[in-house]
């Protein structure tokens, strides 16, 4: 019996703990560290466009920003990768279309060889009440062009997949829009000879150029567009020159 009692007594060894080592997340702190300097490079660039921007649309343009990010690896949307660079010679710079028009509501803007949504993406986030029609020939960017509008739950957005010249005589297309824009301009002569059918009367046509030798000045007039204004101006935190060309329609 004293073995027994004495057996009972005998403290249990206790179980050795399992040490569970915590798996180390970044802190959010370092994460949002670049965020925060491309936010504030957004607001600080539109700024100085004499633009302002709400914090969801600052949020919507950091979205945009992460997913061109993303598919550029995959689809060629942009040999812009700098993201500094993307911010101003892509975001700003779609901006900049501003000088020449209001965006007034229910205003329908075509955007010509958007490529990735410039400018024709940048302006719906700014102005979510224009009527905006994208157009691009390239169907992979076009997937692009419609997982970003579902992404960013816009509404009056058209996407064609088109050439400018298939569609001049469409009569989806003829007369139907106030604002025709472009920075992907190779002949100027060209882009209005095929675009001017599209806009209503009194429409605008508006592109974006860099250092160009052509020789233009206002009252010139091209396939029955008159050149109103050219609009110097350099972009945003940075000396990249540009010129808007404001042709409207006679």
């Not at 950091?62 to 990010?69: A, N, R, S, T, V």
């Not at 989806?172 to 209005?192: G, K, P, T, Y």
């Not at 052509?214 to 940075?238: D, H, N, R, Y």
Request: net charge positive.
């Amino acid at each position: 019996m004293a073995k027994k009692n004495r057996a009972k007594r005998r403290p249990k060894k206790e179980k050795a703990k399992k040490i569970v080592k915590k798996k180390a997340f970044p802190k959010k702190a370092a994460q949002k560290k670049p965020r925060a300097d491309l936010r504030k490079l957004l607001l600080n660039g539109a700024e100085e466009l004499n633009l302002s921007l709400f914090p969801n649309q600052i949020d919507q343009f950091l979205l945009y920003f992460e997913e061109l990010k993303k598919w550029n690896e995959k689809v060629n949307l942009t040999g812009i990768i700098d993201d500094k660079e993307i911010i101003i010679k892509h975001f700003l710079d779609s901006l900049s279309f501003l000088k020449g028009f209001s965006p007034i509501e229910g205003i329908r803007i075509i955007d010509v060889g958007t490529g990735a949504g410039f400018p024709g993406i940048p302006l719906k986030i700014y102005s979510p009440r224009i009527n905006l029609t994208l157009m691009e020939a390239s169907q992979k960017k076009c997937v692009f062009l419609h997982h970003i509008c579902r992404l960013m739950e816009f509404q009056d957005v058209n996407m064609v997949n088109d050439r400018l010249e298939n569609v001049k005589n469409n009569l989806d297309f003829v007369r139907q829009f106030n604002v025709f824009l472009s920075r992907a301009v190779a002949d100027i002569d060209e882009m209005i000879k095929y675009g001017a059918p599209l806009l209503a009367d009194r429409g605008i046509m508006i592109f974006s150029k860099g250092k160009s030798p052509e020789a233009m000045s206002v009252g010139k007039i091209i396939k029955g567009m008159v050149l109103l204004q050219i609009i110097p101006f350099t972009l945003p935190m940075s000396d990249y020159s540009r010129k808007l060309l404001v042709f409207q329609k006679i």
